[in-house]
Every structure is written in structure tokens, then in C-alpha cells.
């Protein structure tokens, strides 16, 4: 697609419970990023994948946090036993050369309950 | 200005008026500089960017001023108008020995019509 698409848009879940969160990055875009913004804050990073190389894991906040990328395209986000305090907008981005200008998707917000 | 942690600094101003918004950044390593912008629900949206090699840098109606020496980043948009009401964040890089871009808390900018 013209851009970078995430699903689900909203996520609703009950505390303990396990979610997926899914990025589509543009078409040919070899680095792919995770962030979390919560409310009234900054983006946070949590993973970066670029082609082939082990991602970069180092911003993950806990075991219950994982991705990965299949194909060098889509990834998924995976929040095991989620806590109310992930409630968050989780934002997905591309880019065509490694930390230059990112294309952000619009995000999953998620909210625990 | 901005700085990670803070609340969201808020700024108002008159349409057709100039706007500033100001970024403490905080590494000086930092080579790389990006301002986006976020509006209400959706992911952030490439405005500028400049190196380190840089003071100024212009664009359509935005010109980004960076003074390394205080570690200082500025966003100028000029002849505001209500369409650039939104949330604006900086976000610094360290090139190629970062995986990751650091973003501020952002700037709250409103345009009154």
C-alpha cells in the first residue's frame, strides 16, 4: 500500500490476556519500528528490525513484549498478559534507509480494562 | 520549549501569525534531527529535518533552526494557519550508531481562527 497500515485500529482487552498488534510497512522499506506513546507523552522506542539482522530488541520493557517480522514485511506485536499500565498507542513506522525520515502508521490504541 | 518528561507545553496563536516552537534536546552525540507532526488520532507525520552540519533549514512555510551549542532546536512555521493545529515533537538520532530516534514530550500548538 501507499503507506504504513496497522490493525486494529482500537483494541480492547481484559487484563491477563494476550494481544497482537499487526504493521504492514510501505512495500520495499527494509527497517521497520515499534513505539509506544502514552498519553500526553513522547514516543517510546520498544524494537527495531532491519532486513535480515537480529532486531534490536533493547527497548522493550518486559518479557511480555515480543515481535517479530516474517519475510522482511509484516510484523506483529505480541503483549502477553497484558497490565493495564501497557494501555498505550502503539505506533508502527518504515523506512527505506535505516534511521532516516520514518513514515509512521496511525497506530493500534489499546486499552487494558 | 520540550523536554522528555515534562507535561505538554501548550502554545496558542492568532492565524496568519508566525508560530515557534522550541526543543531541548539531550545528547550532544545527537547528528540527526526530525520534527513531526501528530494530529488527533493519527501517527506522526514527517514536517523537516536537518544534520548536525547544519544551522538552518527551510522548507514549505516550516524553516528549522538547530544551535548545537545549547543542544537547541527550533520549528518556525510561518503565516500559521488553522490546519497545522497539532501536536509537534522533535526527536534527535545519533546516525549510524543509534537504532532508535528520541523523541520529546511535544508541543501542543492551537491556531484561533
Known amino acids: 500500500g501507499a503507506g504504513v497500515s496497522q490493525s486494529p485500529s482500537n483494541k480492547v482487552t481484559e487484563k491477563g490476556k494476550d494481544v497482537e498488534l499487526r504493521c504492514d510497512p510501505i512495500?520495499?522499506?527494509?527497517?521497520l519500528y515499534w513505539y509506544r506513546q502514552s498519553l500526553g507523552q513522547g514516543l517510546e522506542f520498544l524494537i527495531y528490525?532491519?532486513?535480515?539482522?537480529?532486531?534490536?530488541k533493547s527497548g522493550l520493557p518486559s518479557d511480555r513484549f515480543s515481535a517479530e517480522r516474517t519475510g522482511g514485511s509484516v510484523s506483529t506485536l505480541t503483549i502477553q498478559r497484558t497490565q493495564q499500565e501497557d494501555s498505550a498507542v502503539y505506533l508502527c513506522?518504515?523506512?527505506?534507509?535505516?534511521?532516516?525520515?520514518?513514515?509512521f502508521g496511525s497506530g493500534t490504541r489499546l486499552t487494558v480494562v | 520549549g520540550e523536554s522528555v518528561g515534562l507535561h505538554l507545553p501548550t502554545l496558542s496563536v492568532q492565524e496568519g501569525d508566525n508560530s515557534i516552537i522550541n526543543c531541548a534536546y539531550s545528547?550532544?552525540?545527537?547528528?540527526?534531527f526530525i520534527w513531526y507532526k501528530q494530529e488527533s488520532g493519527k501517527g506522526p507525520q514527517f514536517i523537516i529535518d536537518?544534520?548536525?552540519?547544519?544551522d538552518k533549514r527551510q522548507g514549505q512555510r516550516v524553516t528549522v533552526l538547530l544551535n548545537k551549542t545549547v543542544k537547541h532546536l527550533s520549528l518556525q512555521i510561518a503565516a500559521t494557519q488553522p490546519g497545522d493545529s497539532a501536536v509537534y515533537f522533535c526527536?534527535?538520532?545519533?546516525?549510524?550508531?543509534?537504532?532508535?530516534?528520541?523523541f520529546g514530550t511535544g508541543t501542543s500548538l492551537t491556531v484561533i481562527p
Open positions: 513506522a518504515s523506512s527505506l534507509v535505516p534511521n532516516y525520515g520514518y513514515t
Open positions: 512495500s520495499g522499506h527494509t527497517a
Open positions: 528490525f532491519q532486513g535480515n539482522s537480529a532486531p534490536d
Open positions: 545528547n550532544s552525540a545527537s547528528d540527526y
Open positions: 536537518i544534520r548536525s552540519n547544519m
Open positions: 526527536a534527535e538520532n545519533m546516525g549510524n550508531t543509534g537504532n532508535q530516534f528520541y
